[in-house]
């Protein structure tokens, strides 16, 4: 019997979702696209571990009846036919499998009677581009499915721990695996906030640098994407959070709430780390086309000395200049050089005047 619905923490945002679709229609939204739906299944228990890839959905059927917790860890959502199929198998609600393939669905925790449902972002620098990641969960009264876009994720400690049995994850339930992956996401945004502070404070060293550097407008701009990419999967995850460590479900037991709770101030912290960081941009930003603005000041200042100290020069040549036939001083026999003089006397004493009102 499939799952009812109990609640919906958030409301479903879909700004690129297909068009002329009725709901629960499973169409893919992403970009990255895969030949094969891989899957990394993880059967373990305080006594047991097994690990299993597979290319085949139906081999994940086999851990149905395991008494054991088991982690399903898809990966490829281009293939949709092989989502459909998991999904109808556990039972998930078309809406679910839905957003499981809608990479731009915003990060929420939907609540059902048998099963939890949270979306999240996945956020890593490679090649020191920032990467956003579609990551969807499903989390069973012994089971937790996982499903991403493609291969590699921030999961490679959390699976050391689980095959050497490291600290109590072997020994809990499938909520604790579920804080356990949230919390492997979470402590990945802390890297990813240290790595945009290095770049917050090399562009800083950039502005007060006095080479010129046109790339440096490019460069604030492009950490103002990536600010606004990573608040755009930080925020509505501490929502998401907070709801999970308010919810009274029989699935999550009393002391992984205590993990969670530890785990939303964490969330807390990276939030305001970004929203730092976020201010500061934004002041590098005015920084710099204050900077620019006062260069420019600076050029219009000595081209308005240059041109207030020649309008007198101009002004003499010009009177000299005219023809008339009658000018006296140009019957004289040094007048040329009384005149050079007295421009000459005109240029220091405007110097001088510049130089006192200390516009020099």
């Given amino acids: ?27 893919y939204t992403g970009k990255k696209t895969t030949t094969v739906t891989k899957l990394d299944i993880i059967d373990y228990s305080k006594e047991h571990y097994h690990r299993f890839e597979t290319n085949d959905i139906h081999e994940a059927f086999n851990y149905e009846d395991s008494t054991n917790i088991t982690w399903i860890n898809v990966n490829g959502l281009s293939n949709t036919n092989d989502i459909i199929t998991l999904g109808n198998h556990f039972e998930l609600h078309p809406l679910i499998q839905e957003d499981i393939v809608s990479t731009y669905q915003r990060p929420k925790i939907d609540e059902y009677e048998e099963y939890l449902f949270i979306v999240f972002k996945m956020l890593h620098y490679d090649d020191e581009k920032l990467t956003n990641e579609h990551i969807s969960l499903v989390m069973g009264k012994d089971y937790v499915l996982t499903f991403q876009e493609a291969e590699g994720d921030v999961f490679e400690d959390l699976r050391e721990r689980l095959e050497h049995g490291k600290g109590r994850i072997r020994g809990a339930g499938a909520d604790y695996l579920m804080f356990a992956i949230l919390d492997a996401v979470v402590d990945n945004y802390f890297s990813v906030v240290e790595f945009l502070s290095n770049k917050v404070e090399l ?22 994407k990536e600010i606004l990419k990573i608040r755009k999967a930080v925020m509505p995850l501490r929502e998401v959070i907070n709801r999970l460590e308010k919810i009274e479900n029989p699935l999550i037991e009393e002391r992984t709430n205590k993990y969670i709770r530890d785990l939303y101030d964490n969330i807390i912290q990276v939030n305001e780390s970004v929203e730092i960081y976020r201010e500061m941009i934004w002041g590098l930003m005015d920084m710099y086309m204050t900077t620019i603005s006062n260069k420019m000041n600076e050029v219009m200042k000595v081209l308005t000395i240059m041109a207030s100290i020649f309008i007198p020069l101009t002004f003499l040549a010009g009177i000299y200049g005219m023809n008339f036939d009658n000018i006296p001083e140009l019957h004289y026999k040094n007048s040329y050089f009384y005149l050079l003089g007295v421009m000459a006397l005109v240029f220091l004493g405007m110097i001088w005047y510049f130089k006192r009102k200390k516009w020099l």
């Fill in 203 to 224: 562009l800083e060293d950039k502005l007060f640098d006095d080479k010129e550097d046109t790339n440096i407008t490019q460069e604030i701009q492009d950490l103002k």
């Fill in 1 to 27: 019997m499939a799952a009812r619905r109990k609640n919906n923490q958030t409301t479903k945002i879909q700004p690129k979702r297909a068009r002329n679709l009725s709901p629960g229609t499973v169409t």
